[in-house]
């Protein structure tokens, strides 16, 4: 399909001047002059780095992304600075914060909470401006973390439940509980800067870990007013920020090896070279969320309607750019045309536009090099036999990019094998299953699945094949996180670790026992220990 000059015109008019932005939408540049770290929050007076929104202006220049605040471009200097805050907070397990009470944890928690909730309206309009999600997802973002949160810590009392009491086997007397690693090195990613990085870095702090947190590259301002409220609602040096560029600042942390745990949502590839340099490797553990090329398998006993549905939000959910989104679509031969028609005729309905505007599907991409990138893929998947087939796919104005499906592909083509992360749909048919099954068995990527059939006996045999070969296996619905209380993980090079409310505070601990010989002397000491709630790990205490 062809895009017509009047598309491009029409895309290039969703951008507005600012007078025509609405009140309750408008944002004051946020220039970010202070970092937190040890309980300080430290005036910086270096160089900064400019935060550009993906939404942009019309200017006598053309469109030029609106300047939306700014903050410090840190060095190694403030890093190590955090780094032995962080370890002295910690304090080999010695410190205020690791031996302290699970109880009085969930206070400082709760605490922090109620005063996230009152930078609610900033920080949701900070999140649309920084990253162009839609304004009705940047609050759903917000309200889910806070959800996050509180199930959270609801996920701990119950585990501490289950551990306030002794064992008693073989004449040996016991107790359980989870202690914290040490210090966490938390790195989120910039599609979901506040929910996805909270994933990681609530849980760690909760479990008594000390906490050095980089934001992400594109959604760093987002976190700026909560700095006060994590100083404010724990012990200093438990969170500690580290700005800089990636490249300046992490290997050096990763290098001293005094990093016990690294948190990451991103690459692959730089997980493995932050992982590398670490010199003690068995001591580091690792929790990361990475590259996934999720694949759809519509077969020719599948609800076509149902199908198109699911793969359009699974594939174009804020833009496309999630790790769980549908990536590629391999659709049965008998059915490819009436698939992707109805594919089509749906991106045609979806509505497109600024953030603000109600019932807004389709926005800006967040990465200034994305269109670029995405327009490469297009003509390199052209130049290798496939077209974009629905009406002004791939059409470009600006940081705006309208959805293209892309078919057929093929194993040539750019789209078969990298992760496209924005609006290109790339379908591809298939006679044998097998086609479709070899795909994801060879593929470097094993987070999720959607398989769509109504046929058991079919869905029966993908399932006990997928299972193998990816995290989650959905059946006629659309790849995703979801609910948070299920496991969200992945194989080979797609995760480390399990994150969901339970498994991330098991992720961020290791259970440690105290035992003893069941004796008249040993259960003295004991009792005496309990009863007289002389320890905060030897405890009977139940957290309602």
């Known amino acids: 399909m062809s895009t017509s000059n009047n598309f491009n015109d029409t895309l290039a008019s969703l951008f507005v001047g600012e007078s025509r932005i609405p009140e309750e939408f408008r944002i004051e540049e946020l220039h970010q002059r202070e970092y937190l770290v040890n309980g300080e929050m430290r005036k910086w007076d270096g160089a900064v780095s400019e935060v550009y929104s993906p939404i942009m202006i019309p200017t006598s220049e053309g469109l030029k992304r609106k300047l939306i605040g700014s903050y410090p471009i840190g060095t190694g200097k403030e890093a190590n600075e955090a780094l032995e805050a962080a370890i002295a907070a910690y304090d080999n397990g010695r410190g205020e914060w690791p031996s302290m009470s699970v109880q009085e944890r969930v206070k400082c928690l709760e605490k922090f909470v109620y005063k996230m909730g009152e930078q609610r309206t900033l920080v949701v309009n900070l999140i649309m401006w920084e990253i162009g999600k839609s304004y009705a997802d940047s609050a759903k973002e917000f309200d889910r973390t806070v959800e996050y949160i509180n ?71 987002v976190h700026y007013p909560l700095l006060k409220a994590f100083q ?57 969320s990475l590259d996934a090329k999720n694949a759809a ?5 599948a609800d076509i309607k149902l199908a198109v549905n699911e793969c359009i939000l699974g594939s174009l959910s804020y833009n496309g750019q999630r790790c769980t989104a549908i990536k590629i679509i391999y659709v049965h031969q008998s059915i490819a045309d009436k698939f992707n028609q109805e594919l089509s005729a749906a991106i045609s309905k ?127 619905a659309q790849c995703q996180r979801g609910p948070d209380d299920f496991p969200f993980t992945g194989r080979k090079d797609s995760a480390e670790g399990t994150l969901s409310v339970a498994d991330a505070l098991r992720a961020f601990s290791i259970r440690s026992i105290v035992a003893t010989k069941m004796n008249d002397s040993n259960k003295k000491i004991l009792n005496s220990i309990v009863k007289g709630h002389e320890s905060n790990f030897l405890s009977t205490d139940f957290i309602f």
């Open 297 to 301: 398998i519509v077969t020719q006993d």
């Open 232 to 288: 404010e609602c724990f012990p200093k040096g438990v969170v500690n920020t580290v700005y800089g560029r990636g490249a300046d600042v992490t290997p050096a942390l990763m290098e001293s090896g005094k990093v016990n745990v690294l948190a990451f949502i991103g690459s692959s590839k730089v997980a493995n070279d932050l992982k590398k340099r670490h010199p003690k490797i068995n001591r580091l553990r690792a929790v990361l």
């Open 350 to 476: 979806m509505k497109f536009g600024l953030p603000w505007e109600k019932g807004v599907q389709l926005t800006p991409v967040a990465e200034p090099g994305k269109p670029g990138y995405l327009q490469e893929c297009i003509e390199d998947a052209k130049a290798n036999g496939a077209s974009v087939i629905n009406d002004n796919g791939g059409a470009t104005a600006g940081s705006f990019v309208y959805p293209a499906v892309v078919y057929p592909v093929n194993s040539a083509m750019k789209l078969y094998r990298e992760e496209q992360f924005g609006p290109v749909i790339p379908v591809i048919p298939y006679n044998d299953i097998e086609e479709a099954i070899d795909y994801i068995v060879e593929s470097p990527h094993g987070q999720q699945v959607s398989v769509f059939s109504n046929n058991s006996q079919e869905v029966a045999g993908l399932i006990d094949i997928l299972v193998t070969q990816v995290g989650r296996v959905n059946i006629n």
């Open 151 to 221: 199930n959270t810590i609801d996920a701990l009392k119950d585990i501490d439940r289950q551990s306030s009491r002794f064992e008693i086997k073989e004449g040996v007397v016991a107790q359980v509980r989870r202690t914290p690693l040490g210090v966490v090195l938390c790195m989120g990613p910039f599609n979901y800067p506040l929910n996805e990085t909270y994933t990681t870095l609530i849980p760690a702090i909760l479990m008594g870990n000390t906490i050095l947190f980089k934001p992400p590259k594109h959604g760093t301002l």
